[in-house]
């Protein structure tokens, strides 16, 4: 079966420090992979996406990059943290095709002071 | 703009009661999915139930199952026999197709409370 890891669960972490998050899939191959961000009380808004190594989508301009080293790893990363960037961070991945179900990880919840 | 809009932020209701949650959604698509995900005080999104835009058959799952009206843009989920558990925040969604893989559009949410 699928597994979708992410670390670390909580960060704190001071305005203009980097950021570092990691998400990881076992069980599949070759995975869709989403980055989302939930603010607090609100819904999901997805702000990377990847369909293969290398191969990075960016949905909304922001402070942040995101990186696919691996074909199971995906990484959302900045160099320099603004106080908007906390929040809940949750990764995802899908079989391609359409209609796929995302399945989500346990989330990343980021405060920056 | 493809949106998607839950017009009840919270709903409460007893235990072993049914409980409807409403959601509308606004897309140019022809052949979309459409989903409930639910998020428990953990926060982990976990998947409800999933309707295929082109099957006309409601999907059902369990004591879950969705009233889909294609026509009106309109995907309720209906929980009977409601559980302690089930108390959660409950997000609508609906995919975009963008190159190559699936964006899902998210409404905001209602949060459900199932009380004793």
């Known amino acids: 079966s699928q597994t979708i890891h992410q670390w670390p669960a909580t960060l704190v972490q001071p305005v203009g420090s980097p950021l570092s998050l990691e998400c990881t899939v076992e069980g599949t191959s070759n995975p869709n992979l989403y980055w989302y961000r939930q603010a607090a009380g609100r819904g999901l808004q997805l702000l990377f996406y990847?369909?293969?190594?290398?191969?990075i989508s960016s949905e909304v301009p922001q402070n942040l990059s995101a990186s696919r080293p691996q074909d199971r790893q995906f990484i959302l990363s900045s160099k320099k943290l603004l106080l908007s960037d906390s929040g809940f961070y949750l990764c995802a991945w899908s079989h391609g095709g359409p209609g796929e179900t995302q399945y989500f990880g346990p989330g990343t919840r980021l405060l920056v002071l | 703009a493809q949106t998607v809009t839950q017009s009840q932020p919270e709903m409460s209701v007893q235990e072993a009661e049914t409980v409807t949650l409403s959601c509308t959604y606004d897309t140019s698509e022809n052949n979309y999915y459409l989903f409930w995900y639910k998020q428990p005080p953990s926060r982990q999104m976990i998947l409800v139930i999933r309707q295929e835009a082109y099957k006309q058959q409601n999907a059902t799952e369990n004591r879950f199952s969705v009233n889909f009206q294609k026509a009106a843009k309109s995907f309720s989920l209906k929980i009977s026999d409601s559980q302690l558990g089930d108390t959660a925040m409950y997000f609508c969604a609906f995919t975009q197709i963008i190159q190559g893989a699936q964006k899902l559009v998210f409404g905001q949410g209602t949060r459900l409370t199932i009380n004793p």
């Open positions: 990847s369909v293969g190594i290398g191969q």
